[in-house]
């Protein structure tokens, strides 16, 4: 199964068409389709994983969980070895507005700060 066949899936689980994903992530108009044939690149990769709350690599056909975080298993979770800037990352590629939009580039910058500074008061 290849990335345009996962969200396809997914969007049918949701009960959305692939334009309508496009529109919610303001993607252009055909540019999920394409992915049946060429790789995407990052940033419309993670607003979809985003928006189906899934991992990218779920979407990338590394793994078939597809939960964006491990189970508790302390043995499979790796955000104990990933870095503050890698978990702010993996944070704010989920991060969503209130009506499914994508968040601006400035509230991005906001949370990230906000983000820093909790993971900084609790070292």
Not at 43 to 48: F, M, N, W
Not at 65 to 86: G, N, Q, V
Not at 88 to 93: Q, R, S, T, V
């Amino acid at each position: 199964m290849n990335i345009y066949d996962r969200v396809k899936e997914l969007a049918r689980q949701r009960k959305i068409s692939i334009a309508q994903l496009e529109r919610d992530l303001n993607l252009s108009n055909g540019s999920v389709s394409k992915w049946a044939s060429a790789k995407p690149n990052s940033e419309p990769l993670e607003k979809v994983a985003g928006y189906f709350d899934v991992s990218v690599d779920y979407l990338l056909g590394r793994t078939d969980r597809k939960d964006p975080w491990p189970a508790s298993d302390p043995e499979e979770d790796f955000r104990d070895t990933m870095t503050d800037d890698e978990k702010i990352k993996a944070a704010l590629a989920s991060v969503m507005s209130y009506s499914g939009d994508p968040i601006t580039d400035n509230d991005r910058e906001i949370l990230k700060g906000i983000i820093e500074g909790y993971l900084k008061s609790r070292k």
